[in-house]
T-cell receptor, first 113, second 113 residues
Framework: NAGVTQTPKFRILKIGQSMTLQCTQDMNHNYMYWYRQDPGMGLKLIYYSVGAGITDKGEVPNGYNVSRSTTEDFPLRLELAAPSQTSVYFC????????????FGPGTRLTVL | QKEVEQDPGPLSVPEGAIVSLNCTYSNSAFQYFMWYRQYSRKGPELLMYTYSSGNKEDGRFTAQVDKSSKYISLFIRDSQPSDSATYLCAMSDSGGSNYKLTFGKGTLLTVNP
C-alpha cells in the first residue's frame, strides 16, 4: 500500500493564481482531512470529509475549497492565492473520528509570492 | 488560554538520556490523547495513543495522562539519535467535536550521539 500520497511536493504561486493540491489514499478510509502547518504553529484543520460527496469546514477554511467525488481522492483548491497561504499542507485519512489514527501524506510545500 | 499548550523547545539531549515532553490543555471534554512524531520534511505519524487517564508503555516510550491536572506527558528512555524529530501532542473529545484533532505546536528534539 502506498498509503496517502500528495502532489505536488513543492509549488511556488504568484498572488492571485489558483491551484489544486491532490491527495489520494489507497486504504479505503472514509474519513479524510486537510491540514496546514505553519512554522512553530502545529497543524490546523482546513476541511474534512466523512465520505464521498460529504465535506465540512474545519478551523481555517477561508480561501480554500474541497470536493470528494470518490473514496480515494480529496483535492484541495486554492483560489486567488495570498501570501498568508504560504504553508505546508498535509492530507490525512482515517477509519473514524476521535481516537482513530490519522495517516498523513508527505505534504506539499506552497509558497505564495 | 489556548486549548493545548506545548513547550516548543528546542530540546537537545545526549544519547541515552531520558526525555520528558509535556502538554497542558484546557478542554475537559478531551478523552483521546495522542503523540505524533514528525521527522524533518515528512508527515506526522502516530507514536502513542491513550484513552482517558492512565499510562501506556511501548518499548522505550511511555505516555501518561492526568486528566485531573489536564496534563499529558511522553517519556523516552535511552534516547537514540533516530528519535530526533518534532513531537506533537494531539487531543480529541468524544462528543460533537470529535472530528477534530487539536494539536500542540510541537517540540523539536535533537538527540546527540
Amino acid at each position: 500500500n502506498a498509503g496517502v500520497t500528495q502532489t505536488p511536493k513543492f509549488r511556488i504561486l504568484k498572488i492571485g493564481q489558483s491551484m489544486t493540491l491532490q491527495c489520494t489514499q489507497d486504504m479505503n478510509h472514509n474519513y479524510m482531512y486537510w491540514y496546514r502547518q505553519d512554522p512553530g504553529m502545529g497543524l490546523k484543520l482546513i476541511y474534512y470529509s466523512v465520505g464521498a460527496g460529504i465535506t465540512d469546514k474545519g478551523e481555517v477554511p477561508n480561501g480554500y475549497n474541497v470536493s470528494r467525488s470518490t473514496t480515494e481522492d480529496f483535492p484541495l483548491r486554492l483560489e486567488l492565492a495570498a501570501p498568508s497561504q504560504t504553508s505546508v499542507y498535509f492530507c490525512a485519512s482515517s477509519t473514524g473520528f476521535g481516537g482513530n489514527e490519522q495517516f498523513f501524506g508527505p505534504g506539499t510545500r506552497l509558497t505564495v509570492l | 488560554q489556548k486549548e493545548v499548550e506545548q513547550d516548543p523547545g528546542p530540546l537537545s539531549v545526549p544519547e541515552g538520556a531520558i526525555v520528558s515532553l509535556n502538554c497542558t490543555y484546557s478542554n475537559s471534554a478531551f478523552q483521546y490523547f495522542m503523540w505524533y512524531r514528525q521527522y524533518s520534511r515528512k508527515g506526522p505519524e502516530l507514536l502513542m495513543y491513550t484513552y482517558s487517564s492512565g499510562n501506556k508503555e511501548d518499548g522505550r516510550f511511555t505516555a501518561q495522562v492526568d486528566k485531573s491536572s489536564k496534563y499529558i506527558s511522553l517519556f523516552i528512555r535511552d534516547s537514540q539519535p533516530s528519535d530526533s524529530a518534532t513531537y506533537l501532542c494531539a487531543m480529541s473529545d468524544s462528543g460533537g467535536s470529535n472530528y477534530k484533532l487539536t494539536f500542540g505546536k510541537g517540540t523539536l528534539l535533537t538527540v546527540n550521539p
